[in-house]
Each structure stands twice: as C-alpha cells, then as structure tokens.
C-alpha cells in the first residue's frame, strides 16, 4: 500500500522558518501532481500548494509568496519551505497526490507561536 510521511513540523516564532518533507512510498512520485494541505483546530482541511509533474507550482493567496513547494523524484519526497511563518499558519500538514488518494498520512504539527 502507498504510504505518505509528512515530517518536519515544530514550534517556531512568528517570522521563522520550518521545512517539512513528504515522503512516499510504493507509488512513483514523478508521474504525479502533490499537494500539501492543512487543518487547524476547528477548520477544515485546505489546500496550500500544489506541484505538477512537470514542476509547474500553484500556492494558496495566503501563503503565496511566502512559502515554496518542491520535489525530489529521485528521493521520492516532496518539499514546503516555510519562510516568515504567521500564527494564523499553525495546522497539521499533510502531503497527498493530486487526485488525492482516499487516505491521508498523520501529518506534522506546525505550531507558530511567541
């Protein structure tokens, strides 16, 4: 079975930086579109950024600009580089294949906070 494991999360102060890595397993990342996406305390999940195969990328307006998806198909991982991080940012991250799949990994808590 195709496994996802988003790593990477942590506490950091508003302004900082985190980067997070999705790993995927028994499915071949390069011929697919990723995504990131989020959920905080209450919400629902949404979309943050997304990476074509052909390395096209398309970014949620509140993260544009500020955050920056890439991929390494011959690591079979998926990259966010999370740069002047707000608290309005803290959420569990997950990765997935765009179509996503019909699971989710356990995603990694980013918490943004003084």
């Known amino acids: 079975q195709v496994q996802l494991v988003e790593s990477g999360g942590g506490l950091v102060q508003p302004g900082g930086s985190l980067r997070l890595s999705c790993a995927v397993s028994r499915r071949r990342l390069s011929i697919n579109d990723m995504g990131w996406y989020r959920q905080a305390p209450g919400k629902q999940r949404e979309f943050v950024a997304r990476?074509?195969?052909?390395?096209?990328?398309y970014y949620d307006v509140s993260v544009k600009g500020r955050f920056t998806i890439s991929r390494d198909n011959t690591k079979n991982t998926v990259y966010l580089q999370m740069n002047s991080l707000k608290p309005e940012d803290t959420a569990v991250y997950y990765c997935n294949f765009i179509p996503n799949l019909n699971f989710w990994g356990q995603g990694t808590q980013v918490t943004v906070s003084s």
């Open positions: 990476i074509t195969n052909g390395g096209s990328t």
